[in-house]
């Protein structure tokens, strides 16, 4: 087995075991976001497993004087020197520098996204507390105590009634 494929199993294990999969699985709303994380999940560790099974072993050394014996040394010194010439290429990864540069921008653009998310969300909770309030506080609110919350409201009421618009 080549060094770079090694390289390439170890780095995935490395990968795997520093991936917060709980973390990631708490932030799914629906159930079949949560079956498509699993199937993720699952496929990635499968994946993970092969490469350390599969790829991360040397194979074993081949003993031809075993062979020599058992078969004759002609035949056995032409298939070692058959064996000899092969060569395995080594693999060349192509495809990462040109992700890489998009994965990052991706990142960089989820953690903008994230952000403009938690500043909606406190938004939006404190709007919901103000609607809460509001309910409690309406069957005795005056009318006097609720503009005074919506000045802008009071503002068009009074143009409207200035403008003698009566909503017909």
Excluded at 22 to 41: P, Q
Excluded at 120 to 133: G, H, I, W, Y
């Amino acid at each position: 087995m080549s060094g770079s494929v090694k390289k390439i199993a170890d780095v995935t294990f490395k990968a795997g075991r520093t991936i917060d999969w709980e973390g990631m699985a708490k932030l799914l709303v629906t159930d079949e976001a949560r079956k498509e994380f699993s199937n993720l999940r699952r496929a990635f560790d499968d994946v993970n497993s092969q490469l350390q099974t599969k790829f991360s072993q040397e194979p074993e050394p081949i003993n031809w004087e075993y062979y020599r014996k058992g078969i004759g040394s002609r035949l056995v010194d032409m298939y070692k020197e058959a064996y000899d010439s092969v060569e395995i290429p080594k693999f060349v990864d192509t495809v990462t520098p040109q992700y890489k540069p998009k994965f990052d921008a991706l990142l960089v653009e989820l953690k903008e996204a994230e952000q403009k998310s938690l500043k909606e969300s406190e938004r939006l909770e404190k709007e919901v507390a103000d609607v809460q309030e509001l309910k409690k506080k309406l069957s005795t609110m005056t009318a006097e105590e609720y503009f005074e919350k919506h000045p802008e409201l009071k503002k068009k009421f009074d143009d409207e009634i200035r403008n003698d618009y009566w909503g017909y």
